[in-house]
């Protein structure tokens, strides 16, 4: 994200830099025990999915170490089940990841279920997850960031 002459780079630091200078509507919700709640959520995906699944990480599977489409689904899958797993047990009420708005954690989880349905990870064992990606999917903001909607979608 470019700002001025200056690059951010990053996930966090872009969302927690867009939190600061757009304070409304808050990407935290009130409270220490609740912010840490979303921030475990936001850093599973970060730390223990996406690393796991990105092209870098599958190209690396494929081109380097020789495994076929078939072995580099199957790693992709596998390391989607264990974070769905995890994240599903510590979803709060909906209709987002924990309650009535949308925080960081909705905001990490919504793109790592499109990928999920991308690569034909069956997703009928995490019905919050799916529910929360349905209410996100209903939101303007969600829907203008989709990637079908983005200006370099083919």
């Known amino acids: 994200m ?5 690059t951010l ?37 970060a730390c223990d999915i996406h690393p796991l699944n990105n092209s870098g990480t599958i190209g ?6 020789g495994h076929d489409q078939a072995a580099a689904d199957e790693w992709y899958a596998h390391w989607v089940r ?3 797993d995890a994240i ?6 909906g209709p987002y990841a924990f309650g ?5 954690a909705d905001i990490y989880l919504v793109p790592q279920v499109f990928n999920a349905r ?7 064992a995490y019905p919050k997850i799916v529910a929360v990606d ?5 939101h303007k903001a969600f829907q203008n960031a989709a990637p079908d909607n983005q200006p370099d979608a083919v």
């Not at 470019?2 to 200056?6: A, L, N, V, Y």
């Not at 349905?134 to 209903?138: E, S």
């Open 134 to 138: 349905a209410a996100c999917a209903a």
């Open 2 to 6: 470019d700002i001025g002459s200056t």
């Open 88 to 93: 599903e047990a510590l979803l709060g009420p």
């Open 9 to 45: 780079i990053q996930s966090p630091a872009i969302l927690e830099y867009l939190d600061e200078v757009y304070p409304e509507p808050p990407l935290l919700p009130v409270g220490a025990i609740n912010r840490a709640k979303v921030r475990a959520i936001a850093s599973l995906i």
């Open 60 to 65: 690396y599977l494929k081109n380097r170490l």
């Open 118 to 124: 991308r690569f034909n990870v069956p997703l009928d």
């Open 100 to 104: 009535p708005r949308i925080t960081l």
């Open 82 to 84: 264990e974070g769905f």
